[in-house]
């Protein structure tokens, strides 16, 4: 079975439940998303989300008395498959591929499954679409940059976490595009996603393309996100708000977008 992002989904376990018994072993692949753009800049990645989504799609799995084992792999879905038709013992006998919605699925848009099936051959390939409606854990998708450690963000997110079980995308869209490293940048964002971590909160993040609006679309694409949260200065300071970046994040994604204002005196500073 290969999937990514949708590896916990209900809908992917309730097929492999259905399918595989009790003497079937089940190998779960993850393939690691890689974003276009931007670079994670905290150890804890995307590898590491994967790999917590791939131990619940485990414990599951046994739990309903299927055996199975799996990896994080850093290779995509396609060259995944190949690896494991050459070197899984015993042989693979079908391959499943979870995927989101033609609308929301990377994977889809690059014609992964059909490459997959091409490199398969003779082994059969079956296609799963997840169900949003259906899936538990929800992406939220956090753009700031030198609000990242305002506190009524960081309040934010926690309370957001404590109303259901989310995992977070931080995105930092680069202060100076013209500079090939941005430190204060990057300090910021590790402490604010240390402090998230240390409250229990599932976070990773990026330094992203210098446009805001630019960065969070090309999070969209890249990744399955339920809800946005964008946070700026209040109106007179910030750039984001006369561009209307919130209004346009609401018109473009058709998703929910919240917006958390910080002055400038909540901000905490970077060490």
Not at 46 to 70: N, S, V
Not at 144 to 149: D, S
Request: proline share 6%; aromatic share 2%; net charge negative.
């Amino acid at each position: 079975m290969i999937a990514n992002e949708t590896v916990a989904g209900r809908s992917l376990l309730d097929t492999l439940k259905e399918k595989a018994g009790s003497d079937d072993l089940v190998t779960v692949i993850c393939p690691v998303n890689e974003p276009r753009e931007g670079y994670v800049v905290y150890e804890d990645t995307r590898r590491a989300a994967a790999g917590r989504r791939l131990e619940k799609t485990l414990k599951a799995l046994r739990a309903a008395a299927i055996p199975a084992h799996g990896f994080v792999v850093d290779n995509g879905p396609v060259d995944a498959a190949r690896d494991a038709l050459a070197q899984l013992e015993p042989p693979v006998d079908e391959i499943v591929v979870s995927t989101h919605t033609a609308e929301r699925s990377g994977w889809l848009n690059r014609d992964v499954v059909e490459q997959v099936r091409k490199a398969a051959g003779a082994v059969p390939v079956e296609h799963i679409v997840a169900d949003p409606a259906s899936e538990v854990e929800k992406n939220v998708l956090v753009v700031a940059n030198e609000t990242v450690l305002g506190r009524p963000l960081l309040a934010r997110i926690r309370e957001r976490a404590g109303q259901g079980p989310a995992s977070f995308l931080v995105v930092a869209p680069q202060s100076d595009p013209t500079q090939r490293a941005h430190p204060d940048a990057e300090r910021r964002l590790k402490r604010a996603l240390a402090e998230l971590r240390a409250a229990g909160v599932e976070a990773h993040g990026q330094i992203a393309h210098p446009d805001p609006f630019t960065a969070a679309m090309e999070a969209v694409h890249d990744e399955r996100i339920d809800e946005l949260i964008v946070s700026t200065f209040p109106g007179e300071r910030s750039g984001w708000l006369r561009r209307d970046l919130v209004g346009r994040l609401r018109k473009e994604t058709g998703l929910p977008v919240e917006h958390v204002v910080v002055d400038a005196g909540e901000t905490a500073v970077a060490s």
